[in-house]
């Protein structure tokens, strides 16, 4: 186990403990294995559960996850889904998308979840003719800080984007993306709402912020 990765060292938690094709059990305990032996950046337990409520509000058919880390978000979202719905997450380290991938089997939503491995320059631009995406209901931004405000005018480029689609961005006080607050807030192309919540795992203030999309202008 010490000569594993940490996120070997949680998918392997995980695997011990959880309850195979029960996602809610792999979720939760990745949260104890995160809040009680080593921290990890998923979105957590509490920022976890306000993006349940705007999954669920949106009740999307096709999302988009930019940053899969080890599955966690995308198991989260994977079992609100209604049947049919399809979800693909972007990953670009090749070890962190492994263990996504075993993490995701092993909660049983890999018939939802699909893992692309590469990186959101080249994978956007080909949502529409490689894989089958017309447009895209609902995006979760949860990967390299200085992408968001790129990708997401990558999205609006390559016309992903429709009337009601909804952008949620993760760690946008902690970090902190105000390049990406700036453009969403300020474009005139979304209506925006922020989330005041704390970091995962950690009494450090922090905040989700959603940007519905109203169309082009």
Known sequence: MENQSKEHRMLQFALENAVRGDPQSVVDNIDKY?????WAMNVGDEKGLILDEVVKERDPSIIL????Y???????IARLLKPGARMFTLEMNPVHAAVAKQMIEFAGVQDKVNVLEGSTEDII?????????????FVFLDHAKDRYKADTILLEECHMLKKGSV????????PGIPDFLEHVRTCGRYDCTNYPSHAQYMNVDDALEKAVFRGYL
């Not at 996850?65 to 899969?68: F, K, S, V």
């Not at 080890?70 to 989260?76: K, M, N």
């Open 65 to 68: 996850e930019l940053g899969t």
């Open 125 to 137: 631009p080909q949502l529409k003719q490689k894989y089958n995406v017309d447009v895209l209901d």
């Open 70 to 76: 080890c599955g966690y978000s995308a198991i989260r």
């Open 167 to 174: 952008l949620l961005a993760d760690n946008v006080v902690y």
């Open 34 to 38: 995160c809040r009680h032996r080593e």
